[in-house]
C-alpha cells in the first residue's frame, strides 16, 4: 500500500513538473512566433465532467459524471431527471439539486480526464481519459492555457440549442478572441460537439463568422447515429465494455436518463436525408389478429415513434421511494424536430474553413432488430429487456461513415482514420493532421503513428 502511494505521489511530481516544463515552452515560442491562433476544445456527449451543488447547502459540490466509485448510486440519485417542457431544460428530480460544469483551467479541466480521481490515476483507467492527450500535444507545440487554449464542457443531458449552451459557447468565443489579442478562434469539436457547433452558426450566424477562423470537426453524427441512437431510446447506451464496465454507470440507468434527454432525440437518424439504405428497426412479434403468427414488423425513421411510444409506455423508475413514469417524451420529440431543422439550415461563413475527420474500419450499428422468429416479442414493452441484434456498416462504432461526412459544407480536407469513436481523440494520425491544419509542430519526442489514415478530396472521393 505505501509502494502504491509513493507511485502514486511520484506520477503526480512528474505530472506538476511536465506541466511547469511546457508552460515555459509555450511562452517561449509565443513569443518568438507572435502569438498563436487561440484553440478552443468542445466535447460531446458524455464528454463533460458534471458535479451537483445543493442550493440549501453552498459547501456541497459532488462530481455525479464521470464517478468511477459508487458510480450508479450517485447518477440515479443526482442525474436522475425530467423534461420541462415550459423552459426546454433538463431539471433534476431533487429541486435541490442544480447540475453544474466546473469552469477550472480555463474549461479545459471539465473535459481532460473526466473522473479525475487518485483511483483513476493509480489504475490508469483509460476509458475516462478523454482531451487529455490532445491537450497535452497543443501545450508542447506553444499553446497557453487561458491565452490561446480553452476548454467547453457544457450539460449535455439538455438541447444542443439551448440558451445557456448558446450563451455559454459565445462567450468562450469572445474570451479566446479578446485573450488573444484579436486573433481569430480555432474550434476543435468531437462528436456530438459538432451539433451544438452547427446549431450555433445556424443562430448566430454573423458572431461566428466574426469569432472564427477554423472549425475542425471529428466523428459529428451530422444525420445522425442511427443504431446506437435507437437503441439507445429503447433499451439504454453502455459507454464502457469489458472489465472497466464493472466501476461504470449500468445500461439500465442511463436508459433512464437518456429518455428524457433532447440531446439523444436531436441524434436520431434525419428522416429527410437521402440514406444509401434507410436504417430501420425491426421487430419479431406475435400479431394476435392472426392467431399469434409470428412476423417481422419492419420501421423506417419516420415510422420509429410509434414503436418507441408503445415500448415505452410502461416505462419507470422508483425515486426516494416514489414511481415515476417515463413514457417516450413527445415534447422532447417536437423540440427535437425543430433542433433538426436549424440543423439543416446551417450554412457555413464563407471566412470559415471546415474540416472533417471521421472513424473507420469498425463495426458499427446501423439497423436494429429485437427478438427472433423462434423467439418473438409478445408485448413490445418487452423490448426495453432485450438484447438488441444489429447490422453493422462502416464507421467508428458509433457514428457510420455516411452520417460522419454528410456535413453539407465545401470541406477543405475530410480524413478517415482507423480508429473508434473516442480513440480518435488520442489517435496519432489525427493529433497530426491537426497540428498539420492549425501550421504547429512540437518540440517533444516523435510521435510513432499507430493507425492508417484514408485521405479523401472535398467532395469525399478517394
Known amino acids: 500500500m ?26 517561449g515560442r509565443a513569443g518568438e512566433e507572435g502569438g498563436r491562433e487561440p484553440v478552443l476544445l468542445v466535447s460531446g456527449m458524455g464528454g463533460s465532467v458534471l458535479h451537483a451543488r445543493r442550493r440549501s447547502n453552498p459547501k456541497f459540490d459532488l462530481r455525479v459524471w464521470v464517478r468511477i466509485l459508487f458510480a450508479n448510486l450517485d447518477f440515479k440519485k443526482y442525474l436522475w431527471s425530467l423534461y420541462n417542457a415550459d423552459s426546454g431544460y433538463v431539471e433534476p428530480l431533487d429541486k435541490d439539486v442544480e447540475i453544474v460544469v466546473p469552469e477550472d483551467d480555463h474549461g479545459l479541466f471539465a473535459i481532460d480526464i473526466l473522473d479525475p480521481s487518485w483511483f483513476v490515476e493509480l489504475l490508469h483507467l483509460s476509458m475516462v481519459y478523454h482531451f487529455h492527450d490532445m491537450i497535452d500535444m497543443l501545450i508542447d507545440c506553444g499553446y497557453e492555457k487561458g491565452t490561446t487554449l480553452f476548454g467547453y464542457g457544457y450539460d449535455f443531458r439538455q438541447s444542443n440549442r439551448i440558451d445557456k449552451a448558446m450563451a455559454g459557447l459565445r462567450a468562450k468565443l469572445e474570451t479566446a478572441y479578446k485573450t488573444s489579442g484579436g486573433k481569430k478562434v480555432n474550434i476543435i469539436s468531437h462528436s456530438m460537439g459538432g451539433l451544438l457547433v452547427r446549431c450555433f452558426m445556424s443562430m448566430n450566424h454573423d458572431v ?5 477562423n477554423k472549425w475542425i470537426c471529428i466523428a459529428c453524427p451530422f444525420q445522425g447515429a442511427p443504431g446506437c441512437i435507437n437503441d439507445s431510446l429503447l433499451t439504454g447506451l453502455q459507454f464502457v465494455y469489458g472489465f472497466e464496465s464493472f466501476f461504470f454507470v449500468s445500461r439500465w440507468a442511463m436508459h433512464q436518463l437518456l429518455v428524457e434527454c433532447p440531446s439523444i432525440y436531436e441524434m436520431l437518424p434525419n428522416p429527410d436525408f437521402k440514406w444509401k439504405e434507410k436504417p430501420i428497426v425491426q421487430v419479431w412479434r406475435k400479431n394476435p389478429e392472426k392467431d399469434g403468427v409470428v412476423e417481422l414488423v419492419r420501421y423506417e425513421a419516420t415510422d420509429c415513434v410509434s414503436l418507441f411510444e408503445e415500448a415505452l409506455r410502461n416505462n419507470e423508475l422508483t425515486y426516494n421511494g416514489k414511481t415515476v413514469a417515463l413514457p417516450f417524451n413527445m415534447s422532447v420529440f417536437k423540440w427535437a424536430t425543430e433542433t433538426r431543422r436549424i440543423l439543416d439550415n446551417g450554412k457555413l461563413p464563407d471566412t470559415v474553413s471546415f474540416y472533417n475527420i471521421y472513424g473507420t474500419s469498425y463495426e458499427t450499428p446501423y439497423d436494429v432488430c429485437y427478438g427472433s422468429e423462434s423467439s418473438p416479442i409478445g408485448d413490445l414493452s418487452e423490448v426495453c429487456h432485450t438484447v438488441p441484434a444489429y447490422t453493422y456498416v462502416d464507421g467508428d462504432c458509433t457514428v457510420p461513415i455516411e452520417s460522419a461526412t454528410a456535413d453539407g459544407f465545401a470541406a477543405k480536407e475530410r480524413v478517415g482514420v482507423k480508429a473508434d469513436h473516442r480513440g480518435l481523440l488520442c489517435d496519432e494520425n489525427v493529433l497530426g493532421l491537426l497540428k498539420k491544419w492549425l501550421g504547429v509542430s512540437e518540440n517533444a519526442r516523435r510521435r510513432v503513428p499507430k493507425s492508417k489514415v484514408v485521405a479523401l478530396l472535398p467532395d469525399g472521393s478517394c
Request: proline letters at 0%; a positive charge; charged letters at 45%.
Open 208 to 212: 461566428f463568422a466574426k469569432y472564427v
Open 2 to 27: 505505501l509502494g502504491a502511494a509513493f507511485g502514486l505521489r511520484l506520477r503526480v511530481l512528474r505530472r506538476r513538473l511536465r506541466g511547469r516544463r511546457r508552460r515555459r515552452r509555450s511562452r
